[in-house]
């Protein structure tokens, strides 16, 4: 399957971290979000990976590639969140 990054649903996930920058999505959230079926979830999820958009944490979430997550402390550079 080859999404264009310039099809709907990658604008809209890509409008979604730009949105909320500090989004942090693992593959089963995103595919509730966007009410995508798995192979085209990944699909665009890569296609925002390759562009060099988002980027996968350790722990196989996404997050914006440009922006240094607190979900992850395993991650460079991250500060260790706990909620409070």
Known sequence: MTVW???PIVQRARAEY???PGLC???PQARRLWHLD???CRTVLATLVDGGFLR???RGAYV???IESPADP???GSR???GR
């Open 5 to 7: 990054t310039s099809e």
């Open 18 to 20: 730009l949105e909320m």
């Open 25 to 27: 999505l693992t593959e």
């Open 38 to 40: 798995q192979t085209a």
């Open 56 to 58: 996968q944490t350790s």
């Open 64 to 66: 914006r590639a440009d």
């Open 74 to 76: 395993h991650d460079r």
């Open 80 to 82: 260790v969140f706990d």
